[in-house]
């Protein structure tokens, strides 16, 4: 009686008023209110129930998957207002990035709609239509769907600093918001950037330039935006980014995009996501763009792109994202040179999340030159080389009960010379996101999304430096989307400057 009370409560009555939505035309809303307590969330089972309340659809499954579906949480942010018209589609996704496929008879009102398994595999590389990613706040804004966060402490702020931390400032980009803020070593916030024209999105990544201006991608609203350090606009640019941006010693920026083609060899009918590199003046135009898909083609045996499996059970709406880009690196060190030819400067060092590797390109050349982790890899995030020309990887790993962890490889051998994994199971997730940045004496920083926070580990792998978001308790906010650190050479000037008198 109280689970069959609680979904009633979920679903509230649809909304009367005819809210306004684009193209100035309109439809009806439902409501849904998920509670944050996890004693108070539904499970799958009982969001089938709902679904089947709400679209008048009828779901049938075998009684070991109806188990299944009762013992996985739905864990949603807070108030959602969907479309009526879309309440299919965003539920068919919230089954399918849980690893359930929906499937219908036909026809398909009348008919049970089966629901059963899909391998994780396939879940991976779908790329939904955006509409059924998003659900839609009390404002009609769509905010990001939020998977469960371990619990943990609400301290906020830096929470530990050791002697041995690195001296500098860190840059934090927020996660579900256009904003990010330098921190010194003691967690004072000195400056905080937000969109100047007021743009409702949020930033994948943002960087300060050689000459302190801050560069912010900004993929919801399909834009690179150049600020100064005093916050006010330089330029803006129209461009599908996708996680990332370096500046190259020239001035040009590298940067992260994507764009959806049909590769037959992928599938002859479903459009793919085909991932860039793109490089952009310093004044903000478009001068290249790179296909990684056609520089990986070139040399198909250094690092394959194969049609994903069981493409056949993926809904007819879904893309599907073979290759999964989602961080990218500039080589400019002579001594990772010295210790491996491969690493020529002014190559590009790509992760492949979906491809479970990271690669070399040589964009001159128009090639892969190199590749790395086939069969040692799990969902690698993010890479960078060290000065000493081994590779520092994040990975999101096989299981998310054990946690992400952090690699340093030889690339000769793909030897694994040191890792970090959380002492305890979970206790480090980092799904989909996070990001690492080698540091003086062997030390790397990383940033968890899924933890709203940043930490800094020594060779031992013991934490020198902790910050944990105040955005953490937030509902629908993880808090962190990256964090970089800055030597304090750089940022003191730009400081100076701003606080100058004019």
């Known amino acids: 009686m109280q689970a069959l009370l609680a979904l009633s409560a979920l679903l509230l009555a649809p909304v009367q008023e005819k809210l306004p939505i684009p193209e100035s035309s309109a439809e009806d809303f439902f409501i849904l209110n998920f509670s944050e307590d996890p004693r108070e969330q539904v499970s799958l089972l009982d969001f089938a129930r709902l679904t089947e309340e709400a679209t008048g659809l009828h779901f049938t499954y075998e009684p070991e998957i109806q188990a299944r579906l009762g013992s996985i949480k739905v864990v949603l942010p807070g108030l959602l207002r969907v479309p009526k018209t ?75 600093r050791r002697p041995e931390a690195a001296q500098g400032y860190t840059l934090v980009t ?52 150049r600020l100064g350090f005093d916050g006010h606009s330089v330029w803006r640019l129209s461009l599908a980014v996708h996680h990332e941006a370096t500046e190259l010693p020239d001035g040009r920026i590298l940067v992260l995009a994507r764009r959806l083609r049909v590769i037959p060899a992928i599938d002859p009918s479903r459009r793919s996501v085909d991932h860039l590199v ?38 007819p709406d879904y893309g599907v994202d073979p290759m999964h880009a989602s961080s990218l690196s500039w080589l400019e060190s002579p001594g990772a040179q010295e210790k491996n030819p491969l690493l020529r400067s002014g190559r590009v060092l790509v992760t492949f999340r979906n491809l479970d590797s990271v690669a070399l390109v040589d964009l001159a050349e128009g090639r892969c030159v190199g590749a790395w982790g086939k069969g040692v890899l799990h969902h690698p995030h993010d890479a960078s080389f060290r000065e000493d020309g081994s590779l520092l990887v994040l990975e999101d790993g096989d299981d998310p009960r054990l946690g992400a962890r952090v690699l340093e490889l030889d690339p000769l051998t793909e030897h694994v010379r040191w890792e970090y994994r959380a002492p305890f199971p979970g206790a480090f ?52 989307q990256r964090v970089e650190h800055y030597e304090p050479g750089f940022i003191d000037p730009l400081l100076a400057s701003v606080q100058a008198p004019r």
């Open 429 to 480: 997730p980092s799904s989909g996101r996070g990001t690492i940045q080698p540091l003086e004496e062997g030390h790397v920083l990383v940033g968890s999304s899924n933890l709203a926070e940043a930490f800094e580990l020594t060779r031992s792998g013991e934490p020198a430096w902790r910050y944990v978001s105040s955005s953490r308790p937030v509902p629908g906010v993880l808090g962190i």
């Open 278 to 315: 793109a490089v952009v003046s310093g004044d903000g135009r478009v001068l290249e763009e790179h296909s990684l898909y056609d520089l990986l083609q070139k040399e198909p045996v250094v690092l394959p792109v194969a049609r994903p499996r069981e493409l056949e059970n993926l809904p």
């Open 86 to 160: 879309r309440f299919s589609g965003f539920a068919r996704f919230q089954f399918f990035v849980r690893g359930f496929g929906w499937f219908e008879g036909e026809p398909a009102r009348t008919s049970p709609v089966t629901i059963r398994p899909v391998p994780s595999s396939l879940v991976r590389v779908a790329f939904p239509p955006a509409e059924l990613v998003y659900g839609f706040d009390e404002q009609e804004h769509p905010e990001p769907v939020v998977f469960a966060q371990p619990a943990g402490t609400k301290l906020s702020g830096v929470v530990l």
């Open 174 to 225: 927020g996660l579900s918001k256009a904003e990010a803020i330098l921190i010194d070593l003691q967690g004072t916030e000195l400056r905080r950037w937000t969109d100047p024209e007021g743009c409702r999105g949020h930033w994948d990544q943002a960087t300060l330039l050689r000459n302190g201006d801050l560069l912010c991608l900004d993929p919801w609203n399909e834009t690179l935006l």
